[in-house]
């Protein structure tokens, strides 16, 4: 299934994308898995969906965006969250799809295939409650760790082996294992607490606060690997390492609660934050830190999930039956 859609100028988004559900997650691929493209998951209630997408931004022979439905697995169970594997390879022989994702029955599932016949399920149980959020570790790959409202987060080999267990004092909200601190892992909790955590000596060696909570949503800098940033209440937050422990800036951004925070992949200065908008909509507000207002302000009807592509400036979030993209300059 191919679809071709020129620029939608009667929403604030630069390009839509019709789906057949409701969107819960939506995941652009992090890693370059070859083939020319991007890969992009999305998860609805009982499936996932794996497409490609390539956008006349980075291609001039397309007009607007080219989106083609390569796979979709059927999951039992709502997805809450979706992680990449840095193995997943397109231009493989045999092709290499691997993905990872938090489902609403409290249990992780391991896909693997080769994006034809060749499909398994791996469902690692452990987790007492609901799931917040999933990573594959960026360097090989051959770890997974997850965030719960359980209070823990959980380390585990592909095999479905837990190797680590971090406590929390509050659930957990997000978890993310940076490219260029391999051994180091980054908690967020609900409570306003950030830890990275060392995976040799298996314990926290750095701290950081937020005045504000509920903390929603927190990630690490792609570019700059002393940069953290958050949401928590109705504001954004940023941390410069290891200058103190307690944001260096912050600023109200949502009039209701902020829900998640990402850095562009592409820009270390460039973040985007989601947050209600009444009750069925979304807000998305596209930020520069060396601005001192939103570069793009967007909403979207009952939205959900935010991800950046892995090289523009550009950003997707899910919603009732459609996918959402917004392009920005930077």
Not at 99 to 126: M, P, V, W, Y
Not at 151 to 164: E, K, S, Y
Not at 191 to 202: A, F, N, V
């Amino acid at each position: 299934m191919r679809q071709r859609m020129k620029q939608d100028s009667t929403r604030s988004a630069t390009y839509t994308v019709d789906c057949e559900d409701f969107v819960h997650v939506v995941e652009f691929n992090p890693f370059d898995s070859g083939g020319g493209g991007s890969l992009i998951a999305y998860g609805c209630k009982s499936y996932i969906v794996i497409a490609s997408c390539r956008f006349q931004e980075e291609d001039p022979s397309v007009n607007g965006i080219e989106f083609n439905i390569l796979k979709s697995f059927h999951h039992g169970a709502r997805i809450d969250a979706i992680a990449w594997s840095p193995e997943t390879k397109c231009d493989a022989l045999p092709p290499l799809l691997r993905f990872c994702t938090a489902a609403g029955d409290q249990t992780l599932r391991i896909f693997n295939s080769d994006f034809h016949e060749h499909n398994e399920c791996k469902i690692l149980k452990g987790h007492t409650s609901y799931i917040n959020d999933v990573v594959f570790s960026s360097s090989e790959g051959n770890e997974i760790a997850s965030v719960s409202d359980d209070h823990t987060c959980r380390v585990w080999d592909l095999a479905g082996n837990r190797i680590a267990m971090f406590m929390l004092r509050s659930p957990g909200m997000s978890v993310v294992w940076h490219p260029l601190e391999a051994y180091k892992l980054l908690v967020a909790e609900k409570t306003g607490m950030i830890r990275i955590y060392d995976l040799i000596k298996h314990q926290a060696i750095l701290s950081l606060e937020s005045l504000q909570m509920p903390l929603m949503s927190a990630d690490w800098c792609l570019h700059n690997t002393f940069r953290v940033g958050a949401v928590a209440a109705n504001d954004w937050v940023i941390w410069e390492m290891p200058r103190s422990s307690y944001p260096q800036d912050n600023n109200p951004v949502h009039a209701d609660r902020a829900t998640r925070f990402k850095w562009s992949k592409c820009n270390e200065n460039l973040f985007a934050t989601t947050g209600y908008l009444g009750k069925m909509n979304t807000q998305l507000v596209i930020h520069h830190l060396g601005h001192p207002h939103p570069l793009l302000i967007g909403s979207a009807p009952v939205g959900s999930g935010l991800s950046w592509h892995r090289s523009l400036p550009l950003c997707v979030v899910g919603g009732y039956r459609k996918l959402y993209f917004w392009l920005t300059e930077m």
